[in-house]
């Protein structure tokens, strides 16, 4: 009876590996036929698989069979990932090492649970040798021990597994880490290293003596203690080191950002200053050249008068085009600041040569007291969120040239606080990091991915504010709120 209890055990402790490899490796890759029902399940099956086939081929319980046994599914496994799974062959190798590693420190960890049926075993001996226990029921109480022990051995090791599974999953961005490359490396090395120690005990575990097999452990019972703790620190050791690298990454993107930041920011600043020069400049050369215009206009009209003549109707043809030119040199936005004006302006003639056809509103933006956001920052905010909201619309005329473009500016304030929105037209289609909250980048490039929405946020939050994104339907709504706005 209690050798198909422990069987029947075996085939839990089997499914349950199963559903840990599946959850693990679905992290990491993709199928390579994800159109097929229940293709991310296969590896788990696999693996089920590879379990009863190994049993049953080293059957024998010698050292060199558990570790033939302990290769051939390693290879068998990273075999199948070669065939099944998208993605580089460090990834595959990775998740291939990890989750061996993984389950072979989980089961040398669990394994001193032995000793504890060991010793209740003995006691149980003891109490039949003196009595207390009638020989009849030590069959069934050593059956019971003996199921219990490895119940209990299995419950840890799966808790054990798992939990570090879990750990890792958990501080793996998926997103910036699509296709694992040469940091692969780095995270093997512990990996690596568990799987030699398991190796190590497998070649050792068994020593023969006048020709009969002794266990390890048997021999030197403080291993018991020994190697669980080396197996222990090593599955800490492969979570932890994981998790560093990974903040090293982020670390690593932070300061990549910051400095691209900083670059378009300073840039960001040098163009406002002169485009807020040149616009200057263009006021007065307007404002000067119609002065002009009117007094040639009047000097013309009266050498005619005197020489009692009309006006030559092509001077008046030519003077009237010159008066449109100069007239074109007016800006059309008026915020009521300079620098927003300049900003919108040149980002709406850029958004009418991208789109045909573009709708652009501006009459509900205006700035028209002094400012408690500085102008630079207004230009920030209106700069990068505008680049977004043309570029949404220049991917949504890609998908259809016949849909209806549009961008409005609009600013309010509401309890104290200041609003400036950027709406505009787009093709529905958006997803948000769960991290950042912001929209995830359609760009082949993700190294800059959100450079921009991170600077407008950067300066709400200097304002006490923050930014919001309203999707409904094809309509896209970038809110930045600050706290006070306007003197």
Not at 153 to 179: D, H, P
Request: proline share 2%; glycine share 6%.
């Amino acid at each position: 009876m209690s050798e198909w209890i422990t069987e029947a055990l075996c085939i839990m402790m089997y499914l349950f590996e199963g559903y840990c490899i599946q959850f693990f490796f679905c992290r990491f890759a993709k199928p390579k036929q994800s159109q097929i029902k229940g293709a991310k399940w296969a590896v788990s099956i696999v693996w089920i698989l590879i379990r009863f086939g190994c049993n049953l081929v080293f059957s024998e319980m010698v050292n060199t069979m558990l570790v033939l046994k302990l290769l051939c599914s390693t290879v068998t496994l990273f075999i199948f990932c070669l065939c099944w799974y998208q993605g580089t062959v460090l990834l595959k190798i990775f998740m291939v090492v990890q989750f061996i590693s993984l389950r072979e420190l989980a089961f040398l960890a669990s394994y001193s649970l032995n000793y504890i049926g060991d010793v209740a075993l003995t006691v149980l001996v003891r109490q039949v040798d003196k009595g207390n226990i009638w020989i009849e029921y030590l069959p069934v109480t050593v059956s019971i021990i003996s199921c219990l022990t490895i119940a209990f051995m299995q419950i840890i090791q799966g808790a054990l597994l798992l939990g570090s599974l879990r750990k890792i999953v958990k501080n793996y961005n998926y997103e910036k880490n699509m296709n694992m490359g040469r940091e692969a490396v780095f995270y093997l090395l512990p990996s690596v290293a568990g799987v030699l120690v398991a190796v190590l005990v497998r070649m050792l575990i068994i020593a023969v003596e006048e020709g009969n097999p002794v266990l390890l452990y048997d021999k030197y019972p403080a291993l018991y203690v020994i190697i669980p703790l080396i197996a222990l620190v090593l599955l800490v050791a492969i979570v932890f080191s994981f998790r560093v690298y990974q903040d090293m990454v982020s670390l690593q993107e932070e300061r990549a950002e910051k400095i691209v930041l900083a670059s378009q920011n300073a840039q960001l600043q040098s163009s406002m200053v002169e485009m807020e020069h040149l616009y200057d400049g263009i006021r007065s050369v307007r404002h000067d050249m119609k002065n002009h215009m009117a007094v040639l206009h009047k000097l013309i009209q009266e050498k005619y008068r005197q020489d009692d003549s009309k006006e030559d109707e092509e001077i008046q043809n030519y003077f009237n085009e010159m008066y449109q030119s100069v007239e074109q040199l007016d800006i059309k936005v008026h915020t009521g600041n300079p620098v927003s004006d300049a900003v919108i302006g040149s980002k709406f003639r850029y958004a009418e040569k991208q789109v045909k056809g573009i709708r652009l509103y501006t009459d509900d933006f205006m700035v028209s007291e002094a400012a408690a956001i500085k102008a630079y920052d207004i230009g920030i905010i209106l700069s990068n969120g505008l680049d977004n909201a043309i570029e949404a619309c220049m991917r949504m005329r890609e998908k259809n040239p016949d849909a209806e473009a549009y961008i409005a500016l609009r600013s309010f304030k509401a309890k104290g606080m200041y609003f400036i929105e950027i709406e505009n037209s787009f093709d529905g289609m958006a997803r948000f990091d769960k991290d950042s909250g912001f929209p995830i980048s359609t760009k082949e490039d993700k190294e800059v991915h959100g450079i921009g929405l991170k600077n407008i946020r950067k300066c709400a939050v200097k304002y006490g504010g923050d930014i919001d994104f309203i999707v409904e339907g094809n309509k896209f709504i970038l809110s930045v709120m600050v706290k006070g706005g306007l003197l």
